[in-house]
């Protein structure tokens, strides 16, 4: 009796271990994957001078992430420009959207345009670093790369003037059931308000903006129209605290989608305070997520250390040193409740804006 024992234990010990054994040969068979690689919306960390060692990150955002943890890609040669190398760097996927983080490093041999193919957990695309000449024009300041949702932004030496087609990389349900990008909402948004989806649809636009790189504080301060006052990070232009007809904001912000945006009757998709977007997925609730039109930053609702802003000022900005501005800069702070991006006009004087 007891040899029958023994063996029936010898037989579930055998099981037991063959289970544990299969659950971890499955867990190491599953793959990375995602649904959507969002190339065309890439951003670098720098920008690249032919003939001139570089080092930076590109950051392409994902959708459909499966949470599985990948580990650092083989090197991307890049096609055009050559001389510079991609590699992807380690990281876990989120369960919906994210961004991929590659290395790249080298020496570009020319100016022009080199292109990296990317291939990561079932999707394809290709990112285009734009590298200038070494004997070329002014070089536009770094922090202007940020601005990954322009289609183009260029530099005279004075002004930066900046191309978009305000077609966000994040969820909406504003875009067309069509789009990728489209996902359904029913609120809540904004402070709890219950959500009410305006009639319009995010299109295609032809904005450009034209801003000083190098902005001080006017002698009068201008008004800030309604439409385009400035530009977010994602391309989505910045629209003041009032609603069509220069009325109160609060009769539409029951419209405000999951990232805190909307589209007018022509399809122009807008912030009129905190893009949650680029304040929580791209980047921290005190990350730069934009400019104005007289050329000074905008930041999130915090400060670096997570505190409020304090000594805002009627125009809703101080200065102080940030992460962007290491020597201090006058910056605006969006937050959530009036006037939400800034307050009784531009501090600096403005630029041009066409649509």
């Not at 070494?134 to 990954?148: D, E, F, H, N």
């Not at 305000?166 to 969820?171: A, G, T």
């Not at 997925?281 to 670096?304: C, H, M, N, R």
């Amino acid at each position: 009796m007891n040899k029958f024992l023994l063996g029936l234990l010898c037989i579930l010990l055998i099981i037991e271990s063959c289970s544990k054994n299969n659950g971890s040969s499955n867990k190491s068979n599953s793959s990375p994957t995602i649904s959507g690689l969002a190339c065309s919306t890439s951003s670098f960390s720098a920008l690249a001078t032919s003939g001139k060692l570089y080092n930076s990150t590109a950051t392409i955002a994902y959708t459909g992430g499966n949470q599985i943890a990948y580990p650092a890609g083989t090197s991307i040669s890049s096609i055009g420009v050559t001389g510079l190398s991609a590699i992807l760097q380690p990281g876990t996927l989120g369960s919906n959207t994210g961004n991929l983080t590659y290395s790249i490093t080298g020496t570009p041999s020319s100016s022009g345009t080199a292109s990296f193919p990317i291939s990561f957990g079932g999707q394809s695309c290709t990112i285009s670093l734009t590298v200038n000449s070494s004997s070329g024009g002014p070089s536009l300041p770094a922090v202007y790369s940020k601005i990954y949702g322009a289609s183009s932004i260029t530099y005279d030496g004075t002004n930066v003037t900046i191309k978009s087609a305000d077609l966000p990389d994040h969820y909406s349900c504003y875009y067309p059931t069509t789009n990728s990008l489209y996902q359904s909402f029913s609120g809540p948004t904004v402070n709890n308000t219950s959500f009410k989806q305006n009639p319009n649809s995010i299109t295609s636009q032809n904005i450009t903006l034209t801003i000083p790189a190098n902005p001080v504080v006017a002698t009068t301060h201008a008004s800030t129209p309604l439409g385009v006052m400035g530009i977010a990070l994602d391309g989505v232009p910045l629209f003041n605290q009032y609603a069509a007809g220069g009325v109160a904001l609060s009769g539409e912000i029951s419209g405000f989608d999951q990232f805190y945006g909307h589209p007018q009757q022509n399809g122009m998709y807008h912030y009129h305070l905190e893009p949650l977007y680029l304040t929580t997925v791209k980047g921290s609730k005190s990350s730069l997520i934009g400019f104005l039109l007289d050329g000074f930053p905008v930041y999130g609702p915090q400060e670096a250390d997570g505190t409020s802003p304090s000594g805002l000022d009627v125009y809703h900005g101080h200065t102080h040193s940030t992460v962007d501005y290491p020597n201090g800069i006058y910056h605006y702070h969006v937050e959530n409740s009036a006037p939400y991006i800034n307050g009784n006009g531009f501090y600096g004087s403005p630029g041009t804006v066409s649509q």
